[in-house]
């Protein structure tokens, strides 16, 4: 990725897919006016380099193939039993190449999923942190107290306003008998 | 008055430039009117006991086709008259001024704090004291400032010196790094670091982001994430090209590495969630991330223990990927003229991703495992 990292060759699969997906991306920039000729240019130089890579690669696996057949035991690929399944021989160059190409897809595959997942994990956190505070019982209680409280003084006041007037009925009755 | 340990507020900058101004080479009004016609740039270069390269780099600063107004040299209390060398670089065409902080920073993200409270110009240029540019290199950089969005742009760096092993294995990793990861960083807005050896900003973008964090080793990545948060654009000006001395012997490729790998682990502590959020980087991040473990599991565990066990031919998954690897390197040498010198350090870049395994391994671990951070900053060369 930059000086001082060390990689395995899986990221360099990472940016060749990013650059595989270079013209659709410039088509899209096209389609709102925002391409240009020299993004075009670009994408060719880097479409050649890509050429190139899995040229060399295509001709090292056979050249390899070449060399050590019958000498090798089995592919290196974790991913060969896969590319067996497929009908392609795991120990043939295409077998080779088709094994860590999927084994370098899947590994992409897997961190990019990986990096969606935690961050549907701080979707769902700031969600149920929305819902629990929506139903958050201290802060109903405190509520539903206030009310009970509320009630309870207003019904004091007129339980009061009640007894007052019906004192008073009372005292008008007994003064209005005598 | 500057907190040397602290974030500096660049809020009050009138009064910090006022207590600082004493080694101002000239009044500042009389340059802003000669200056008028030239971009509004100033060149801010830190220096730490760099007398050996400093004159290098300002002559180079000074002889740029497209000069800046102003050079800022940051004497960081230098013992070895780094200020006076680069006072002696003076000239009348470019206003030039050397600051000196009143005890010594302690990192480059202190000095270049420091610094930046000089700094009146609409762009910033940030270039390190051992760091020649060519020519046409800010024009190139300054070319990239074609929106308001574009807060940061970043110049292609190649080592000044290829000599030694550790100089060659530099050289073929930044021909990798910067020819084939970084364009492509570039066409999708998202370069993952603004070298900081080589970088220019907005100065408004950069004040408001609170200019070099001092909370990691890796001020450089985490002042370009902090720009992406900020939703400010990151470009990657490929010919605009620098030259750093790079560490010529193991003891400070050791230093190198080691705030390098520190760096990059705590630049992911600390701005994770907020990468997270932003597209093509989460990936980039997490690839890389995911390629240095395995790469650190491949080289020391996986390969040899399938070598011993199951069949020595295993030990070419040593080699395996440098095919692939030389063809970005040997395209960039070729338009170079460099074929020559590529080759020679092709086998350095080998025996450096050993290295780097070793270093990143030891940061994931002191600052993943056990949470001791590197906080020490040390110097590269």
């Given at each position: 990725?930059?000086?001082?990292?060390?990689?395995?060759?899986?990221?360099?699969?990472?940016?060749?897919?990013?650059?595989?997906?270079?013209?659709?991306?410039?088509?899209?920039?096209?389609?709102?006016?925002?391409?240009?000729?020299?993004?075009?240019?670009?994408?060719?130089e880097r479409w050649m380099l890509f050429s190139a890579v899995i040229l060399v690669m295509v001709v090292q696996v056979n050249l390899l193939k070449g060399y050590f057949d019958g000498k090798s035991p089995t592919s290196a690929s974790p991913m060969a039993p896969v590319a067996a399944e497929l009908g392609v021989?795991?120990?043939?160059?295409?077998?080779?190449?088709?094994?860590?190409?999927?084994?370098?897809?899947?590994?992409?595959?897997?961190?990019?999923?990986?990096?969606?997942?935690?961050?549907?994990?701080?979707?769902?956190?700031?969600?149920?942190?929305?819902?629990?505070?929506?139903?958050?019982?201290?802060?109903?209680?405190?509520?539903?107290?206030a009310f009970a409280s509320r009630v309870r003084t207003s019904a004091a006041i007129i339980g009061r306003e009640v007894r007052v007037w019906w004192s008073w009925n009372v005292w008008r009755k007994v003064v209005t008998a005598r | 008055m500057i907190s040397l340990l602290k974030q500096p507020d660049f809020t009050d900058r009138e009064s910090d430039v006022e207590l600082y101004a004493g080694e101002r080479a000239e009044p500042r009004t009389r340059h802003q009117k000669l200056l008028k016609?030239?971009?509004?740039?100033?060149?801010?270069?830190?220096?730490?006991?760099?007398?050996?390269?400093?004159?290098?780099?300002?002559?180079?600063?000074?002889?740029?086709?497209?000069?800046?107004?102003?050079?800022?040299?940051?004497?960081?209390?230098?013992?070895?008259?780094?200020?006076?060398?680069?006072?002696?670089?003076?000239?009348?065409?470019?206003?030039?001024?050397?600051?000196r902080p009143e005890k010594n920073a302690g990192s480059k993200s202190s000095a270049l704090n420091f610094g930046m409270t000089f700094v009146d110009t609409e762009y910033t240029l940030v270039i390190d004291a051992d760091t020649t540019l060519a020519p046409d290199a800010i024009e190139k950089l300054m070319a990239n400032f074609d929106s308001p969005k574009v807060a940061c742009v970043t110049g292609m760096v190649l080592p000044r010196h290829v000599r030694t092993l550790w100089e060659k294995g530099r050289y073929v990793e930044y021909l990798y790094a910067f020819t084939f990861y970084k364009?492509?960083?570039?066409?999708?807005?998202?370069?993952?670091?603004?070298?900081?050896?080589?970088?220019?900003?907005r100065t408004s973008v950069l004040r408001r982001a609170g200019g070099w964090s001092m909370r990691t080793v890796g001020e450089d990545m985490d002042l370009t994430w902090t720009i992406y948060g900020m939703g400010y654009g990151v470009r990657f000006?490929?010919?605009?090209?620098?030259?750093?001395?790079?560490?010529?012997?193991?003891?400070?490729?050791?230093?190198?590495?080691?705030?390098?790998?520190?760096?990059?682990?705590?630049?992911?502590?600390?701005?994770?969630?907020?990468?997270?959020?932003i597209p093509y980087l989460r990936s980039m991040v997490a690839v890389a991330l995911w390629d240095a473990l395995q790469a650190i599991l491949g080289l020391f565990v996986i390969i040899p223990l399938l070598a011993i066990f199951v069949h020595p031919l295993f030990l070419l998954g040593y080699v395996l990927d440098l095919p692939a690897i030389a063809i970005p390197v040997f395209y960039t040498a070729y338009r170079r003229g460099e074929v020559k010198r590529a080759l020679a350090a092709f086998p350095a870049f080998w025996i450096m991703r050993f290295i780097n395994s070793v270093y990143v391994l030891q940061a994931f671990w002191n600052e993943f495992v056990i949470k001791k951070k590197l906080e020490k900053f040390e110097k590269g060369h």
């Amino acid at each position: 990725m930059f000086a001082g990292l060390p990689g395995t060759g899986i990221g360099g699969v990472f940016y060749l897919l990013l650059t595989l997906w270079m013209p659709i991306h410039e088509l899209y920039l096209l389609w709102h006016g925002r391409s240009s000729l020299a993004r075009w240019r670009f994408i060719a130089e880097r479409w050649m380099l890509f050429s190139a890579v899995i040229l060399v690669m295509v001709v090292q696996v056979n050249l390899l193939k070449g060399y050590f057949d019958g000498k090798s035991p089995t592919s290196a690929s974790p991913m060969a039993p896969v590319a067996a399944e497929l009908g392609v021989d795991p120990n043939a160059g295409a077998g080779i190449l088709l094994g860590s190409g999927l084994y370098a897809g899947a590994v992409l595959l897997g961190v990019i999923l990986l990096v969606h997942m935690v961050r549907l994990g701080f979707w769902y956190k700031a969600y149920f942190k929305d819902l629990a505070h929506d139903l958050d019982l201290q802060r109903d209680w405190a509520h539903v107290k206030a009310f009970a409280s509320r009630v309870r003084t207003s019904a004091a006041i007129i339980g009061r306003e009640v007894r007052v007037w019906w004192s008073w009925n009372v005292w008008r009755k007994v003064v209005t008998a005598r | 008055m500057i907190s040397l340990l602290k974030q500096p507020d660049f809020t009050d900058r009138e009064s910090d430039v006022e207590l600082y101004a004493g080694e101002r080479a000239e009044p500042r009004t009389r340059h802003q009117k000669l200056l008028k016609d030239r971009p509004g740039l100033t060149v801010l270069i830190p220096a730490y006991n760099e007398s050996a390269f400093v004159a290098d780099t300002i002559r180079s600063v000074q002889n740029q086709t497209v000069p800046p107004a102003r050079i800022i040299v940051v004497d960081d209390c230098s013992t070895d008259g780094t200020g006076d060398v680069a006072r002696a670089c003076a000239t009348d065409r470019i206003e030039f001024t050397v600051v000196r902080p009143e005890k010594n920073a302690g990192s480059k993200s202190s000095a270049l704090n420091f610094g930046m409270t000089f700094v009146d110009t609409e762009y910033t240029l940030v270039i390190d004291a051992d760091t020649t540019l060519a020519p046409d290199a800010i024009e190139k950089l300054m070319a990239n400032f074609d929106s308001p969005k574009v807060a940061c742009v970043t110049g292609m760096v190649l080592p000044r010196h290829v000599r030694t092993l550790w100089e060659k294995g530099r050289y073929v990793e930044y021909l990798y790094a910067f020819t084939f990861y970084k364009p492509i960083q570039d066409y999708y807005g998202r370069p993952l670091i603004a070298s900081g050896c080589f970088s220019a900003f907005r100065t408004s973008v950069l004040r408001r982001a609170g200019g070099w964090s001092m909370r990691t080793v890796g001020e450089d990545m985490d002042l370009t994430w902090t720009i992406y948060g900020m939703g400010y654009g990151v470009r990657f000006a490929l010919d605009a090209v620098s030259y750093p001395v790079e560490p010529h012997n193991f003891h400070f490729l050791h230093k190198q590495l080691k705030r390098w790998s520190a760096g990059f682990v705590q630049c992911v502590r600390v701005h994770w969630k907020g990468a997270l959020e932003i597209p093509y980087l989460r990936s980039m991040v997490a690839v890389a991330l995911w390629d240095a473990l395995q790469a650190i599991l491949g080289l020391f565990v996986i390969i040899p223990l399938l070598a011993i066990f199951v069949h020595p031919l295993f030990l070419l998954g040593y080699v395996l990927d440098l095919p692939a690897i030389a063809i970005p390197v040997f395209y960039t040498a070729y338009r170079r003229g460099e074929v020559k010198r590529a080759l020679a350090a092709f086998p350095a870049f080998w025996i450096m991703r050993f290295i780097n395994s070793v270093y990143v391994l030891q940061a994931f671990w002191n600052e993943f495992v056990i949470k001791k951070k590197l906080e020490k900053f040390e110097k590269g060369h």
